[in-house]
Structure formats: structure tokens, C-alpha cells
């Protein structure tokens, strides 16, 4: 028998969509010229309904992980709204748009730390992310095997995570304070660095994440076709 789709999983699907499709929202917004107070508005209630669903059906020991990006959002949203009254638009006319610019470089930021404490306060955060989606995770590797694969995969995005947020800052800041033409192309970089080629990098680390496992799986089946399954990961 088929599972129903519940509305709330349609909820986490398209909260997913949005928050990987920001920066091309932002994009599109600075080219129609949008009144930012309404986008900091609508970036306020996305970030509220992001909050009251993220951690919902979570139970991993990481939980508290879940709230840090959409609290960003949601300062985001608060600072940009803030930024667009009074004085502060006429002394800070850019700070709008630079608070908007941030979040790719800030959620850079929260994954590092997220992915570095989860060294040093176990599971590391892909061994959490890999047993919620695949329940036979923690049984498929000897625990010494699985636990060397899940610390090298959590070093691996511990690298990337600070030199993609390098690169989020340096296209941001390019673009604040800029006009013309010269605008127009910072402004194009911004999006297809931060909409595109992070995000295309963020897929190549995935593939050879899971095409690793995959490979180690396979040999462990080989060498031992016949072993018991290993209990869940304590570390």
C-alpha cells in the first residue's frame, strides 16, 4: 500500500525548493526592483513557517542544527525591514541590499560550525544525515568503517564550507556601491556563483560522497557476504 503525502511534506518540499532557489529570488528582485520592505516581509514569514516546520519531525541529536539557518532569515529579514526606516536609509542606502546579499556567505558560516562540533560532539552530521534518509544506514559498514567514512565525508565539507563562504562574500561585496554596467555584471556573478556554481559543487561533493560508500559497501559484501548486521553507530 502506497504512503498518502501529507500536506506538511509538501510544506518541507517546497520550503526546500525556496531556500535553495534565494539567491536567484534575490537576483530577480534587485532586477524588477521590488520594494525591499516587502521582500524583507515576505523573507520574515517564509523564515516563521521555516522555523515551525524544520525540526518538527526531527529526533536526531542534532535537532537544535535545524533552527540556525532559518533564524538567520529570519535576522535577515529584520535587519533589511529595519534598514529601509528612517535615517538609517538615508545614511545606509546600500545596507539593504547588502543584508539581502548574505545569507548564501552567513548559512556557510553556520555549516562549518555545525559540521565541526559534530566532530567533537558525536554522530558526525553525515552519519545523522545519511541514517534519516537511509534507515539501513548504520547497519551496512563495520562501525569502525562507518565511523572513518562519516569523519572524512564531515572534514571534506568542513574545507569546502569556509571557501565557499569566501566566495559568497567576495561576489557581494562586488556588488555593493557599484552602478551601471559594471553593477549589472557584478550583480550577474553574484547569481551565478551563488545560485549556480556553489550549488553544482555542493552536487559533485554529494556524488563522490556517495559514490565512496557505495564502493566501500560493495567491497565489505565481497569480502563478507555473510556478516551479521552491525548495530546502529555509537561514537
Not at 546600500?94 to 556557510?108: G, H, K, N
Not at 559498514?141 to 569556509?162: K, N, S, V
Not at 566501500?216 to 555509537?234: F, I, M, W
Request: charged content about 15%.
Amino acid at each position: 500500500m502506497k504512503k498518502r503525502i501529507t500536506t506538511e511534506q509538501v510544506i518541507k518540499v517546497i520550503i526546500g525548493g525556496v531556500l535553495i532557489l534565494y539567491p536567484v529570488f534575490i537576483f530577480v528582485n534587485f532586477k524588477v526592483g521590488m520594494d525591499r520592505k516587502y521582500t524583507s516581509i515576505g523573507v520574515m514569514i517564509f523564515a516563521s513557517l521555516y522555523i515551525l516546520i524544520s525540526g518538527r519531525n526531527y529526533r536526531g541529536r542534532h535537532r537544535w542544527m535545524m533552527y540556525l539557518c532559518p533564524l538567520i532569515l529570519l535576522g535577515i529579514g529584520a535587519l533589511c525591514f529595519l534598514s529601509q526606516t528612517g535615517r538609517m536609509r538615508d545614511t545606509y542606502p546600500w545596507l539593504s541590499e547588502a543584508v539581502l546579499r548574505t545569507y548564501p556567505a552567513l548559512s556557510d558560516l553556520v555549516y562549518t560550525i555545525i559540521f565541526l562540533l559534530s566532530l567533537f560532539i558525536p554522530p558526525p552530521i553525515v552519519y545523522t544525515f545519511a541514517a534519516t534518509v537511509d534507515k539501513n544506514f548504520a547497519a551496512s559498514l563495520p562501525e569502525a568503517a562507518l565511523r572513518a567514512f562519516c569523519r572524512r565525508m564531515t572534514i571534506i565539507w568542513i574545507a569546502f564550507f569556509p571557501l565557499d563562504g569566501v566566495a559568497a562574500v567576495v561576489t557581494t561585496m562586488l556588488c555593493i556601491n557599484k552602478t551601471g554596467e559594471l553593477k549589472k555584471w557584478y550583480d550577474m556573478l553574484w547569481g551565478i556563483y551563488n545560485a549556480a556554481v556553489s550549488y553544482l559543487l555542493m552536487g559533485f561533493i554529494f556524488v563522490g560522497e556517495y559514490a565512496h560508500y557505495r564502493l566501500l559497501v560493495h567491497r565489505y559484501k565481497k569480502s563478507r557476504p555473510q556478516a551479521a548486521p552491525n548495530k546502529e553507530l555509537s561514537v
